[in-house]
Every structure is written in structure tokens, then in C-alpha cells.
């Protein structure tokens, strides 16, 4: 069976269990319903009794062509599908609307009621859309159980920011049903085809901080946006992906395994242990100096004088790892910031480091590169350049990681 939905197709029937929860949002998710079923996906649901005062059992099982769950004390319901397997016979859970409730709850690991049992029993991945008005969303209580939600593996998808029911405006707004449903459609063909399945990945990220004393250091703007996106969409085609990670504010991509560090030469010391592997991927913005002589005390301010900072040259991680006699990864790729003359100047960076593939990015101040959420680059390899438009780092990286996945199904 093959199915369209804004130009997304899912291949072989798959379901969904969708948890409504309580929230004046709970209206929308009778769209996406819809917007599932006619994507071939089959949706079973549960309602929290708090979504009951916003949508009906009745007209939920009137899209969806089957009984509503409702209570987890139901003799009939446990003797027709127990919550255990209600929570398991299922390719995804989806709560929308999370609300802030159902959240902590989750979070917490509380099993209070059907919805939340079926949570906790589940085996398989979680994926919620919050709404809430936007001081719940913005208070340090939610936005502590969100990071713990993430960190359990729980995929997050919004909230919007826009007018809020309350009359408020802010973050917290339900996303829009095709949003959801096209995150849904995404996930779930994904499921199905993990061509990186068995390969080891490795992907370097963020900024490195080279100490001048032992608070302060010297440092650059990457956020280590484009390397996680990379690492997450690596692991979403099934590799085992290990992520080496310069400081920054992000969370861990699900399924991935990250090591911290903070100096070029940790990084390069955590690179080389985690060798071997098949792929290597380098968008950390690996600083090229360090401080020779930093001192184990802080430096104290002497009235005029500057202080006396000698720097050296930093290992090169990339042309270390591309030039290795034996254990070399069998694909290395280097990213290449550059501020004008990008492909030129990628393409003598990926002879002279000795990597196979550059990814060239132009870094300069008006692109928003640096610490932005967007990213314009080619794709330069022995083939030649791959000019791609200016999209996501996310889209970057679905289309980077899908490259290098049929390079090795090529091989
Ligand atoms: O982190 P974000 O805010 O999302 O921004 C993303 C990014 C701009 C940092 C990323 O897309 C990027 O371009 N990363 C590489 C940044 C960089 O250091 O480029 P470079 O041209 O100076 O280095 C070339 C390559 O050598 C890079 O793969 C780099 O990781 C590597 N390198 C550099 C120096 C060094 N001592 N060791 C290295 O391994």
C-alpha cells in the first residue's frame, strides 16, 4: 500500500496510538486523524478524562472506525485489548496536546490513569506535541520535564508561537495537524528502512575552548547545531552513532552517544578512541590556536600591563584522522567554514587535509551560519560540486546522512 501526504508516502501499513490529552487544542488532533488515515496510517486512541470535556469519545471512534480508550479500570476494554498490549500493538505513541500535566506525569514516570499507564508500559518510540498557555510552557518546572522527556528519547514536535486561546501570545501553541501529521509520516518511514543499520558513525560538533586560565578561554560562535542535526539523522537511518561534543546548550539527539569535551586536544584524544568506524563526519569548529603557556591560576590584572599569551598551533583532527596509515574510517568527511571563495577554498582544504568528501559552508557575518538554525553549502567530492539550496541544518543533514548511506549501500 502506498500513500501520499504532502509529498510524503508511507509503503506498508503502520498505526499509531494517539493519546489526546486535556487541552483546548484537543480539537485539532480530530484533523489529524483525518490527515492519518488518509496516509494509510491506522490510528487507535486514548483519551484522558481531562480531553473528554474538549472532544468526545463518540466522534474519535467515528474517524478513527473503532472504540475509544478511555479507562483503565474497564473490565470489557482489558478483556478485549489489556493497556499492555494497547501500548505496544502500536509502530508510535503520540500525546497531543501534552499538556503540562500529562508531561510532569510522563516525565516522573507516574501511571495515574490508562493514558499514562499505557506510557509507561510502551516499548515503543514516544513522540508529543505540547500546548500549554505559554507562562506554563515557559515555567522552569515544564521546561525541566521537557529536557528529561528528551533525554528519555521522547521526540518533541513544537509547540508554535502565536495567539493562544487564553488570549495570550507566546510559545505554546498546539502545532498544526499537517505539521504533526508530516513529523508522523517522516518518522514512520524511517522505521521501516534503516540502510545505515551496523555501520559505526562518528560526528564531531560544536566549538572547542582553549583555556587561557581557569576561567577564561578562548573560543568561537558554533552552537553545534549542524553536528547534532547530523548525528540525529544519522541514527535515524539506523547508524550507531557516537557524537564528540565541544561545550555547548544542546541536548543529546535520541539513540545517540555523546562524548564531552572542551580543548582541541581532548577532542582529539576522544576521536581516536572511539575509532574504529565506518564514517566520520567533522563539523565541529575545532579552534586552530591554543594558549602555550596558560596558567593553572587565574591571571591577575596588573595596572597597564597586557598579559603575555604565546599561542600554538592545535592538532588538525580532520587531517589526522584522514591520514591514518591503518584504522582510517573508510568515509571521512570535513566541513570547510569559509567567509568568500567557498568551493575554491573547500576544495584545497580536502586535498590538503586528505579527507574523501568537504561540505563547504559560507560562514559569513549576514548568513546567520554561526549559531543560526539555517545552512547553505556544496557538497564537494571526487564527483565533483553539489550546490544545495539554503534550507534547515536539519534538511542539511537528512540529505547529507542519505548520501553517505548510499555510499556504503554502493559499496
Ligand atoms: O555549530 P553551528 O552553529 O551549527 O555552525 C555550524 C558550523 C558553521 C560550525 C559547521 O557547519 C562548520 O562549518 N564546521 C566546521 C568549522 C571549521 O572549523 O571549519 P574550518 O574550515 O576551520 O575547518 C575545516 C575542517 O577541519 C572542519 O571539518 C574542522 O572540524 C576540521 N578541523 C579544523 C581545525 C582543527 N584543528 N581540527 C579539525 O579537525
Given amino acids: 500500500m502506498l500513500s501520499e501526504i504532502g509529498g510524503l508516502s508511507v509503503t506498508s501499513q503502520k498505526s499509531v496510538l494517539l493519546i ?7 480539537y485539532k488532533c480530530l484533523e489529524l486523524i483525518r490527515l492519518l488515515s488518509k496516509a494509510g496510517i491506522k ?3 486514548i483519551l484522558t478524562k481531562a480531553a473528554e470535556q474538549f472532544v468526545t469519545p463518540l466522534s474519535v471512534a467515528a474517524l478513527i472506525g473503532e472504540k475509544v480508550y478511555t479507562d483503565l479500570f474497564s473490565l470489557t476494554d ?10 505496544r500493538s502500536t509502530d508510535l505513541v503520540v500525546v497531543a496536546p501534552a499538556t503540562a500535566d500529562l508531561m510532569a506525569k510522563m516525565a516522573s514516570g507516574l501511571a495515574t490513569d490508562l493514558a499514562t499507564t499505557a506510557l509507561l508500559a510502551t516499548d515503543k518510540p514516544v513522540m508529543i506535541a505540547p500546548a500549554m498557555n505559554v507562562r506554563m510552557w515557559g515555567h522552569p518546572a515544564t521546561q525541566r520535564n521537557l529536557a528529561q522527556l528528551k533525554k528519555d528519547g521522547v521526540k518533541v514536535i513544537g509547540p508554535d508561537e502565536g495567539d ?5 501570545y507566546g510559545p505554546g501553541r498546539l502545532s498544526e495537524p499537517d505539521a504533526i501529521a508530516a513529523k508522523i509520516i517522516d518518522f514512520l518511514k ?3 528502512n534503516k540502510p545505515l543499520t551496523g555501520k559505526k558513525m562518528l560526528v564531531t560538533a560544536g566549538p572547542t575552548h582553549e583555556p587561557i586560565d581557569p576561567v577564561r578561554y578562548i573560543a568561537n560562535r558554533s552552537s553545534g547545531k549542524q553536528g547534532y542535526a547530523i548525528a540525529e539523522a544519522l541514527a535515524a537511518l539506523g ?3 557516537t557524537l564528540i561534543s565541544g561545550p555547548t546548550q544542546l541536548d543529546v539527539p535520541g539513540g545517540v552517544k555523546r562524548i564531552d569535551v572542551e580543548s582541541a586536544s581532548d577532542m582529539l584524544a576522544a576521536t581516536t578512541l572511539a575509532l574504529p568506524v565506518d564514517g566520520a563526519i567533522f563539523a565541529a569548529a575545532v579552534a586552530d590556536w591554543r594558549v602555550a603557556n596558560s596558567s593553572d591560576q587565574k591571571v591577575k590584572k596588573k595596572d597597564g600591563a597586557l598579559p603575555d599569551l604565546t599561542l600554538a598551533e592545535n592538532p588538525d583532527i580532520l587531517a589526522t584522522v584522514s591520514q591514518l596509515k591503518s584504522g582510517r574510517p573508510e568515509l571521512v568527511v570535513g566541513f570547510a567554514a569559509e567567509t568568500q571563495n567557498i568551493i575554491e577554498n573547500g576544495s584545497s582544504k580536502l586535498v590538503r587535509k586528505g579527507c574523501d568528501w568537504i561540505v563547504a559552508n559560507d560562514v559569513s557575518p549576514d548568513t ?44
Fill in 20 to 26: 489526546i490529552g486535556g487541552g483546548i487544542a484537543a
Fill in 239 to 241: 547508524a550507531d552513532v
Fill in 190 to 192: 524511517g522505521t521501516g
Fill in 43 to 45: 490510528t487507535r486512541a
Fill in 164 to 168: 493562544m486561546a487564553c488570549g495570550e
Fill in 368 to 411: 546567520g551560519t554561526f549559531g543560526g538554525d539555517r545552512n547553505s553549502v556544496h557538497l564537494i567530492t571526487n564527483d565533483g560540486v553539489d550546490s544545495w539550496p539554503s534550507q534547515s541544518k536539519a534538511e542539511v543533514s537528512s540529505q547529507l546522512a542519505k548520501q553517505i548511506s548510499e555510499y556504503f549501500q554502493g559499496r
Fill in 78 to 87: 482489558e478483556a478485549e485489548m489489556g493497556h499492555i498490549q494497547l501500548s
